[in-house]
């Protein structure tokens, strides 16, 4: 690829309903945060972990970033990992999605760069995928910035205010037929289905 690219993951998320730490959680030996890693680095030339938990994370060997502006959500880390990303190209993944697709990230930067739009977002059954993503750094840090000062924190709200380039059903099933890409885990039920999946 022409644009290098930075990969964010974003681990900010409070675990309620797993009971712990899921992104500390084993998955078939290594801790999710570190399977999902693992899984995306060969889409990344620089890998950036966002956390306000930063020490816990330490064992990866990455650079961990607390929000610049706290207590924003999703979007805060969002805006936090692509303040300091040193690339043009921004991947970013939730790191409870073990299933996260590299084919489908490098379309999506394909796409970025052919097409000259701002973001390239995925289109599921439930909604835009705005955690399995590729944003271009010049134009999406001062609109997200903008989102985030005024206090307008949904992952997708400030998509009208850039180019933005959807991946449709049939571009997504060509390279996620098993349906997982966009899969996060949230439970022990389902952590215990992940552990199956991955086994196989």
């Avoid at 697709?101 to 970025?112: K, Q």
């Amino acid at each position: 690829m022409a644009e290098q690219v930075t990969l964010v993951v974003q681990a900010g998320g409070r675990s309620s309903r797993m009971g712990e730490d899921k992104a500390l959680k084993p998955l078939c030996g290594r801790p999710l945060i570190q399977w999902v890693v693992e899984r995306l680095a060969p889409l990344a030339d620089e890998i950036l972990v966002t956390s306000n938990r930063p020490g816990v994370y330490d064992f990866l060997g990455l650079r961990i970033l607390p929000d610049l502006i706290p207590e924003r959500g999703v979007l805060g880390g969002l805006y936090t990992g692509i303040s300091f990303a040193s690339h043009p190209i921004v991947a970013a993944v939730a790191c409870d999605m073990p299933f996260a697709n590299v084919a489908l990230f490098e379309l999506a930067a394909r796409l970025l760069i052919q097409e000259e739009v701002d973001a390239v977002v995925p289109r599921s059954s439930g909604g835009l995928e705005p955690m399995h993503a590729v944003y271009r750094r010049e134009t999406c840090l001062p609109v997200i910035r903008s989102a985030v000062e005024a206090n307008r924190l949904k992952a997708i709200d400030w998509f009208p205010s850039i180019r933005l380039r959807e991946l449709g059903e049939a571009e997504i099933a060509s390279l996620d037929p098993a349906g997982l890409a966009f899969w996060n885990i949230n439970t022990p039920e389902e952590f215990a289905r992940a552990e199956k999946l991955c086994a196989v």
